[in-house]
């Protein structure tokens, strides 16, 4: 069986960053997009796996480029979705940067906040940006 996934992208210097939309926290990163696709591939497939997997239907709302009060320089690729009671915010290069709320207003304001424990706490940040959406097909 085949089943199609949207893949949220960014480049950083180093390093690609996928995140799965509608699967929360499957992401990848790889030197080279082509690397990073078959991670991800793989990655979807050991997520679906698990017993985290979330059965019911998440839609895809879209992907906000944030800064922070706190941190102005620097671009926040976000990705928003939403399941059936809430919106969830994941930052793709900030691994574990996830927050929810019951309103976008809300999950905007949420997100601002962890970005910047999440950026706070990491030691090895790499700035990437926004490259882009791309869906992939999975043999599960």
Do not use: A, P, T, W
């Given at each position: 069986m085949k089943k199609?996934?949207?893949v949220v992208i960014e480049k950083g210097k180093n390093n690609y960053i996928g995140s799965v939309v509608g699967l929360?926290?499957?992401?990848s990163t790889a030197k080279t997009a082509n690397k990073l696709m078959n991670g991800i591939k793989n990655t979807i497939k050991?997520?679906?796996r698990t017993d985290e997997f979330y059965p019911y239907k998440i839609d895809f709302v879209g992907v906000r480029i944030l800064k922070t009060a706190r941190y102005k320089s620097l671009s926040f690729t976000t990705v928003i979705e939403k399941d059936r009671k809430y919106y969830t915010a994941n930052v793709p290069s900030l691994a574990g940067c996830f927050t929810q709320a019951n309103t976008i207003q809300k999950l905007m304001k949420?997100?601002?906040e962890v970005i910047s424990i999440c950026f706070g706490l990491k030691k090895d940040f790499e700035k990437t940006g926004f490259a882009g959406i791309e869906m992939i097909e999975v043999d599960l």
């Open positions: 199609k996934f949207f929360y926290g499957c992401r050991n997520y679906l949420n997100v601002q």
